[in-house]
């Protein structure tokens, strides 16, 4: 009999169909993966068997009986638990605190210490309990999500994108009390659309694709491409790199660039120095908040520093310039918030194209010359394949995706001699995301400097020609791509090698 | 469980989105008919009174043309200052100032006939609503204050110092001791559309204003910049406008209305400065922009809409003995149905079993 079973689960959205007739076992002390691109229903699925959203048609099975999960707390009562992709955590308390704000029933913080430390220690989850929660990496607050499931001894753990934002010796790590978890009879859904993982340590995978189950099989059993074949329904497309011609009349350079964090929460920028050629992409890794997001925005504008040949364009110190500025000079940016900064809500994509291409030749007396603006959105959307509803279309209406598209396909049509892009593929399918790769490639190709952000080690291996990593707001030295390795990487991503440490302990 | 929750619409018609007002002057006449019958008044004769009687006379319009004008002015102006989220709650106290100022030279100016007189007040108005205003723009970008704080606090400032004016200085010698100045001189004043009637060439600068607003928030790159930093600030420093530039220009393009709306009121209608110049017309002005979407045309119906409610609420207090917080409640219900009609244009109820 199978721990948890779901049959025919549906759920409709106004615009979509998010879970289509879905049917699922999952058996007691099991690793099952959900795969899926973005997209697929993966999220959608989690929420109803957790009880965060309840389903249109189906029924669930718990132990082989009929159960309503209305909420997560009656998920809890069950015996699920849950550790989402973006962690539901107080900053400014302890880690026992948030573990207590979320426990059913009351417990003095002494022994809840206690029972953390044992937990801890059991399944090799290193924590503090006393430690306030915003000294800590991204890996330790995992641990604390985990921990905080774990202390109500749930039989069905749920782990969204768990890797994501990890480094690659804690996703190792993470994999250890993973097995020994499933050893001990606690069943784990892992939800990725990573497939080296899926094979790695699934004993079974749920394979999903625009809302329905296209297979059910034995990830051991199966290879990588088999697997991208049955999440995306084809060939998972490739990117082509040619070789790097340097153009030395396009550079971004960084010379020792510090600055104090914005609030209690950033990281400071401590000593930073960077080259990125004309022909090159330089990718940035680094685990999430050891101030990438800091370093961006004094690159893009949106913040200013005071001494002017801190950054520089061309050649040309931009430093003191504003966003408007640096993109006379030929910068051009793409944030990895798309609705908000990227884009604007609630304005149309012509709107949209106007916020950057004011400065070129769109303006007469103060006006927008909005029948040319149409005309040159038209363009960016025909030739990016950007599906909207032209240039009218709000921005909030297009999906993440396609406003991708657009917000690259505009930035790539100011012809920058500088790009800088943080996150460009995220939440994308395997298509747009190859494409968004792929166009990157060829803006630097064609002899501009592209430096790239990005949370995903893979991504940056794939389409970089150097890398550096960022720990502390501390950026090492670059690594050329042939002479990349994960592992060395990976330990730059945990601290090892940089002067500063700071609080947070890496795995 | 059964519980009511919002939900967004995905393609809100554009149809709906326009008969939405008309839908709630609807509603809005359908309950304020239930109020009036159940306070004792014939609801049909008390709606007559309200909108139908007032549009009868050339006289009845006028007055609701006087009316209207400072309110469209002022929202005109203070609508270009909401869509970049400066919120100028100090209208009133910038029409003052700029009343002050115009009034001020006009005195001074006497009985001499320069013959462009008016036209150095219209200058001074402005400006002086404009200087008022760029108190609270300062601050907040030297110092991050809270403008409608600061803008609300420098309305009695403002109705202190004309207070002032009028009974200290400025006060008319002949006047009998009463807190007035000295008539102003007819150069110094707008002459009527038609004699005998009330309503002054001042209509003329509202008429242009609104197309200059209208100018402004459609078509200009300046009102492009000021509607994303009010709708997205994050694209806005992303985009590399500056922030500072939409506080000013919020604060000044307000100021300036509605000092020029407090000019033409003193060289309209009062012919004089007085402790009073509005009726509260810098505070009906946000009703107006709010009721007009922001939008330059829809402000212009909403100040006539407005300017109606209001002379009929004069005539029913007249005619029928009502209490003028009565015509009050009638206007605040036509906001709230006007702007819960809107609100529904985006968003639906539903009942959701869970």
Same mark, same amino acid.
């Given at each position: 009999?199978?721990?948890?079973?779901?049959?025919?689960?549906?759920?409709?959205?106004?615009?979509?169909?998010?879970?289509?007739?879905?049917?699922?076992?999952?058996?007691?002390?099991?690793?099952?993966?959900?795969?899926?691109?973005?997209?697929?229903?993966?999220?959608?699925?989690?929420?109803?068997?957790?009880?965060?959203?309840?389903?249109?048609?189906?029924?669930?099975?718990?132990?082989?009986?009929?159960?309503?999960?209305?909420?997560?707390?009656?998920?809890?009562?069950?015996?699920?638990?849950?550790?989402?992709?973006?962690?539901?955590?107080?900053?400014?308390?302890?880690?026992?605190?948030?573990?207590?704000?979320?426990?059913?029933?009351?417990?003095?913080?002494?022994?809840?210490?206690?029972?953390?430390?044992?937990?801890?220690?059991?399944?090799?989850?290193?924590?503090?309990?006393?430690?306030?929660?915003?000294?800590?990496?991204?890996?330790?607050?995992?641990?604390?999500?985990?921990?905080?499931?774990?202390?109500?001894?749930?039989?069905?753990?749920?782990?969204?994108?768990?890797?994501?934002?990890?480094?690659?010796?804690?996703?190792? %790590?993470?994999?250890?009390?993973?097995?020994?978890?499933?050893?001990?009879?606690?069943?784990?859904?892992?939800?990725?659309?990573?497939?080296?993982?899926?094979?790695? +340590?699934?004993?079974?995978?749920?394979?999903?694709?625009?809302?329905?189950?296209?297979?059910?099989?034995?990830?051991?059993?199966?290879?990588?491409?088999?697997?991208?074949?049955?999440?995306?329904?084809?060939?998972?497309?490739?990117?082509?790199?040619?070789?790097?011609?340097?153009?030395?009349?396009?550079?971004?350079?960084?010379?020792?660039?510090?600055?104090?964090?914005?609030?209690?929460?950033?990281?400071?920028?401590?000593?930073?120095?960077?080259?990125?050629?004309?022909?090159?992409?330089?990718?940035?890794?680094?685990?999430?908040?050891?101030?990438?997001?800091?370093?961006?925005?004094?690159?893009?504008?949106?913040?200013?520093?005071?001494?002017?040949?801190?950054?520089?364009?061309?050649?040309? %110190?931009?430093?003191?310039?504003?966003?408007?500025?640096?993109?006379?000079?030929?910068?051009?940016? +793409?944030?990895?918030?798309?609705?908000?900064?990227?884009?604007?809500?609630?304005?149309?994509?012509?709107?949209?194209?106007?916020?950057?291409?004011?400065?070129?030749?769109?303006?007469?007396?103060?006006? +927008?010359?909005?029948?040319?603006?149409?005309?040159?959105?038209?363009?960016? +959307?025909?030739?990016?394949?950007?599906?909207?509803?032209?240039?009218?279309?709000?921005?909030?209406?297009?999906?993440?995706?396609?406003?991708?598209?657009?917000?690259?396909?505009?930035?790539?049509?100011?012809?920058?001699?500088?790009?800088?892009?943080s996150q460009p593929t995220w939440g994308l399918d395997v298509a747009a995301a190859a494409f968004i790769r792929q166009t990157l490639i060829d803006l630097s190709r064609a002899g501009s400097a592209v430096l790239v952000f990005s949370e995903e080690l893979e991504e940056l291996l794939e389409i970089c020609d150097q890398i550096v990593v960022m720990y502390g707001g501390q950026m090492s030295q670059p690594v050329s791509r042939s002479d990349a390795?994960?592992?060395?990487?990976?330990?730059?991503?945990?601290?090892?090698?940089?002067?500063?440490?700071?609080?947070?302990?890496?795995? | 469980?059964?519980?009511?929750?919002?939900?967004?619409?995905?393609?809100?018609?554009?149809?709906?989105?326009?008969?939405?007002?008309?839908?709630?002057?609807?509603?809005?006449?359908?309950?304020?008919?239930?109020?009036?019958?159940?306070?004792?008044?014939?609801?049909?004769?008390?709606?007559?009174?309200?909108?139908?009687?007032?549009?009868?006379?050339?006289?009845?319009?006028?007055?609701?043309?006087?009316?209207?004008?400072?309110?469209?002015?002022?929202?005109?102006?203070?609508?270009?200052?909401?869509?970049?989220?400066?919120?100028?709650?100090?209208?009133?106290?910038?029409?003052?100032?700029?009343?002050?100022?115009?009034?001020?030279?006009?005195?001074?100016?006497?009985?001499?006939?320069?013959?462009?007189?008016?036209?150095?007040?219209?200058?001074?108005?402005?400006?002086?609503?404009?200087?008022?205003?760029?108190?609270?723009?300062?601050?907040?970008?030297?110092?991050?204050?809270?403008?409608?704080?600061?803008?609300?606090?420098?309305?009695?400032?403002?109705?202190?110092?004309?207070?002032?004016?009028?009974?200290?200085?400025?006060?008319?010698?002949?006047?009998?001791?009463?807190?007035?100045?000295?008539?102003?001189?007819?150069?110094?004043?707008?002459?009527?559309?038609?004699?005998?009637?009330?309503?002054?060439?001042?209509?003329?600068?509202?008429?242009?204003?609104?197309?200059?607003?209208?100018?402004?928030?459609?078509?200009?790159?300046?009102?492009?910049?000021?509607?994303?930093?009010?709708?997205?600030?994050?694209?806005?420093?992303?985009?590399?406008?500056?922030?500072?530039?939409?506080?000013?220009?919020?604060?000044?393009?307000?100021?300036?209305?509605?000092?020029?709306?407090?000019?033409?009121?003193?060289?309209?209608?009062?012919?004089?400065?007085?402790?009073?110049?509005?009726?509260?017309?810098?505070?009906?002005?946000?009703?107006?922009?709010?009721?007009?979407?922001?939008?330059?045309?829809?402000?212009?119906?909403?100040?006539?809409?407005?300017?109606?409610?209001?002379?009929?609420?004069?005539?029913?207090?007249?005619?029928?003995?009502?209490?003028?917080?009565?015509?009050?409640?009638?206007?605040?219900?036509?906001?709230?149905?006007?702007?819960?009609?809107?609100?529904?244009?985006?968003?639906?109820?539903?009942?959701?079993?869970?």
């Open positions: 009999m199978s721990l948890l079973e779901l049959r025919g689960i549906t759920k409709r959205y106004p615009a979509v169909v998010a879970n289509d007739d879905i049917h699922l076992n999952v058996e007691a002390g099991t690793i099952h993966a959900i795969l899926g691109e973005n997209g697929a229903g993966k999220s959608t699925l989690m929420k109803i068997i957790y009880g965060a959203t309840t389903a249109d048609e189906g029924q669930i099975y718990w132990h082989g009986n009929p159960v309503r999960i209305s909420s997560p707390s009656a998920a809890r009562q069950l015996g699920i638990g849950m550790v989402y992709q973006h962690f539901s955590l107080f900053e400014s308390i302890t880690v026992a605190e948030n573990i207590a704000i979320a426990l059913d029933r009351k417990l003095d913080l002494e022994s809840l210490s206690a029972e953390i430390n044992l937990i801890s220690e059991k399944y090799n989850l290193l924590v503090e309990p006393d430690r306030l929660l915003y000294h800590l990496s991204v890996g330790e607050r995992q641990r604390v999500e985990i921990i905080r499931c774990l202390i109500q001894n749930p039989k069905l753990l749920i782990l969204d994108e768990p890797t994501s934002v990890l480094t690659p010796q804690a996703i190792q %790590g993470l994999f250890v009390t993973l097995k020994q978890l499933a050893s001990e009879g606690c069943s784990i859904l892992y939800i990725s659309h990573k497939l080296e993982e899926v094979i790695q +340590i699934c004993d079974s995978a749920t394979v999903l694709r625009g809302g329905k189950v296209v297979d059910t099989i034995l990830p051991s059993a199966t290879t990588t491409g088999e697997l991208a074949h049955l999440m995306i329904g084809t060939q998972p497309p490739t990117t082509q790199r040619q070789h790097v011609k340097i153009n030395s009349s396009s550079t971004l350079e960084v010379c020792q660039l510090s600055a104090a964090a914005e609030d209690h929460f950033g990281s400071d920028i401590r000593d930073v120095s960077l080259t990125v050629r004309g022909g090159e992409i330089v990718g940035i890794a680094g685990v999430s908040g050891n101030g990438q997001a800091e370093l961006f925005k004094l690159l893009s504008g949106e913040k200013i520093h005071s001494e002017p040949d801190t950054i520089r364009i061309n050649n040309v %110190g931009v430093s003191r310039l504003n966003a408007n500025g640096r993109r006379h000079l030929g910068l051009a940016c +793409i944030p990895e918030e798309r609705l908000g900064r990227g884009a604007a809500a609630g304005f149309s994509l012509r709107d949209n194209f106007c916020l950057t291409h004011h400065g070129r030749n769109l303006l007469r007396y103060g006006f +927008i010359k909005y029948k040319e603006a149409d005309r040159r959105t038209s363009q960016v +959307i025909d030739r990016f394949s950007v599906l909207c509803d032209g240039p009218h279309a709000a921005a909030e209406s297009l999906s993440g995706g396609n406003l991708q598209r657009f917000i690259v396909g505009r930035e790539i049509e100011l012809n920058p001699t500088v790009l800088i892009v390795d994960i592992e060395q990487i990976g330990l730059l991503m945990a601290g090892e090698g940089f002067s500063f440490q700071t609080t947070a302990q890496g795995y | 469980m059964r519980r009511l929750t919002l939900e967004q619409r995905l393609h809100p018609s554009v149809a709906i989105r326009a008969l939405s007002p008309i839908a709630a002057t609807l509603i809005t006449i359908l309950a304020g008919s239930a109020m009036f019958y159940f306070l004792g008044y014939e609801p049909l004769g008390t709606l007559r009174v309200f909108f139908i009687d007032p549009l009868t006379s050339v006289y009845g319009i006028s007055e609701v043309l006087l009316k209207a004008c400072p309110l469209v002015l002022i929202a005109l102006g203070l609508a270009i200052g909401f869509r970049a989220n400066v919120w100028n709650i100090g209208a009133e106290g910038q029409l003052t100032i700029g009343a002050i100022c115009a009034g001020g030279i006009a005195l001074a100016i006497g009985e001499k006939d320069f013959g462009f007189t008016l036209f150095i007040m219209v200058i001074l108005g402005a400006l002086g609503g404009m200087a008022w205003a760029s108190i609270p723009a300062f601050l907040k970008v030297r110092f991050n204050t809270n403008e409608i704080l600061v803008t609300l606090m420098l309305n009695y400032v403002a109705l202190l110092l004309l207070s002032y004016l009028v009974h200290g200085p400025w006060r008319d010698p002949f006047g009998f001791n009463f807190p007035q100045t000295a008539l102003f001189h007819s150069s110094a004043m707008f002459s009527p559309v038609l004699p005998g009637f009330r309503v002054t060439g001042s209509i003329f600068i509202v008429i242009g204003a609104a197309i200059i607003a209208w100018t402004i928030v459609t078509r200009s790159f300046l009102g492009f910049q000021m509607a994303i930093a009010g709708k997205a600030p994050r694209a806005g420093l992303f985009a590399g406008y500056r922030d500072n530039k939409a506080i000013w220009l919020g604060l000044l393009i307000g100021g300036g209305a509605a000092g020029l709306a407090g000019m033409a009121e003193a060289a309209g209608p009062l012919g004089q400065l007085l402790p009073t110049i509005s009726p509260g017309y810098g505070y009906t002005a946000i009703i107006v922009a709010f009721l007009g979407r922001l939008h330059p045309i829809g402000v212009v119906f909403g100040g006539l809409l407005v300017s109606l409610i209001a002379n009929g609420g004069e005539s029913a207090q007249m005619y029928l003995g009502m209490h003028s917080s009565l015509s009050q409640i009638f206007q605040g219900m036509l906001l709230f149905f006007v702007l819960a009609a809107d609100f529904l244009v985006f968003y639906k109820l539903k009942l959701v079993t869970r």
